[in-house]
């Protein structure tokens, strides 16, 4: 573990939550802000820190000086974006803030632990073997808030609840058109290909007919 000080009052502390917690026990701080990283390398955290723990020492400076106008407009500059957002950028946000959230509350996703629940493996490290499936390319996931989240209807449970075999191959084609969201947004959508019905239902049952579909779909980009 390893600490920041810093001479405005705040210092930040980089660790495991035990190593952090018996640092806090000491502390004689009177408020505290915690963020957590899961599987982050340590030094990527560390960067990251030393990065967050500059943009707040410059907005508490920015803040102490807040009676002056001068100090607002200074926070106004940090704070907003250095250029105006146009509304065809506002409107894609937005929509795919919907596409997520449609995503995330569908209840079709699992995380590491969850899965490994449903397989049956060590409690020690339940996260191995679904990592390693995602290293494979065996199953893709989305990410979200750091957390990693896995494809429920992708996992067969005559098969103990492996990944289906198919699913490689489909993340293999669209290797290059696209990521995990992409993928998530692809087999929730109705599909014409498949007469309307969506990817992800299909997939354990008819796995060569979503295969096809998503060569389909790679095709029709490519050839727009």
């Not at 679904?130 to 065996?138: L, S």
């Not at 299909?202 to 579909?213: K, M």
Request: hydrophobic fraction near 40%; glycine fraction near 6%; aromatic fraction near 6%.
């Amino acid at each position: 573990m390893s600490a920041i000080p810093v001479s405005s009052g705040i210092a930040t502390l980089v660790g495991t939550p035990k190593e952090i917690q018996a640092r806090l026990n000491k502390s004689q701080a009177d408020r505290v802000l915690a963020m957590t990283f899961v599987h982050q390398q340590p030094g990527v955290v560390e960067t990251l820190t030393e990065n967050i723990m500059n943009m707040t020492v410059s907005l508490l400076e920015v803040l102490r000086e807040r009676q002056e106008q001068s100090s607002l407009e200074r926070l106004a500059e940090i704070m907003l974006p250095s250029a105006p957002v146009s509304p065809t950028l506002l409107k894609e946000a937005a929509m795919l803030i919907q596409a997520r959230k449609a995503v995330l509350e569908s209840g079709d996703w699992l995380t590491a632990a969850e899965v490994a629940g449903l397989a049956g493996f060590s409690a020690r490290n339940p996260s191995a073997q679904p990592h390693k499936w995602k290293k494979q390319q065996q199953i893709f996931t989305i990410q979200h808030h750091g957390i990693d989240y896995y494809p429920a209807w992708a996992l067969a449970a005559d098969t103990g609840f492996r990944p289906c075999k198919a699913l490689a191959e489909i993340i293999k084609i669209f290797t290059d058109s696209k990521d995990g969201w992409g993928m998530a947004y692809w087999f929730r959508a109705d599909n014409s290909a498949l007469g309307g019905r969506r990817p992800q239902d299909l997939l354990l049952s008819s796995p060569e007919q979503v295969i096809e579909a998503a060569k389909d779909e790679v095709e029709g980009v490519e050839h727009g």
